[in-house]
Nanobody, 120 residues
């Protein structure tokens, strides 16, 4: 019943910006860590950025200074602001959240993925 729905991907030129959103819905008691991962063709999925329920963040070295993760706890939503995009940022971006559903056990949930393509 819990699901994550991403939006905001697309095609952008190098140097441009995109903002990804991921909203959690369903019977949710609480959400702990939320994160964005990405997977480029032929590569393993990698962590891009993560944020705790208290707002502490960490980033992959490759995106530090360019990407910003944030969240709105009232809306159960996490965002990824991506600036100064590079062709190597091209990937499918996945939202991930550590969620405790009402009356159930904690679990890791994933969104369906959204494509980000950066042209040179």
């Amino acid at each position: 019943q819990v699901q994550l729905v991403e939006s905001g991907g697309g095609l952008v030129q190098a140097g441009g910006s995109l903002r990804l959103s991921c909203a959690a819905s369903g019977s949710i008691f609480s959400i702990n860590d939320m994160a964005w991962y990405r997977q480029a063709p032929g590569k393993q999925r990698e962590l891009v950025a993560a944020i705790t329920s208290g707002g502490s963040t960490n980033y992959a070295d490759s995106v530090k200074g360019r990407f910003t993760i944030s969240r709105d706890n009232a809306k159960n939503t996490v965002y990824l602001q991506m600036n100064s995009l590079k062709p190597e940022d091209t990937a499918v971006y996945y939202c991930n959240a550590d969620i405790i559903p009402h009356g159930s056990y904690p679990g890791q949930y994933w969104g369906q993925g959204t494509q980000v393509t950066v042209s040179s």
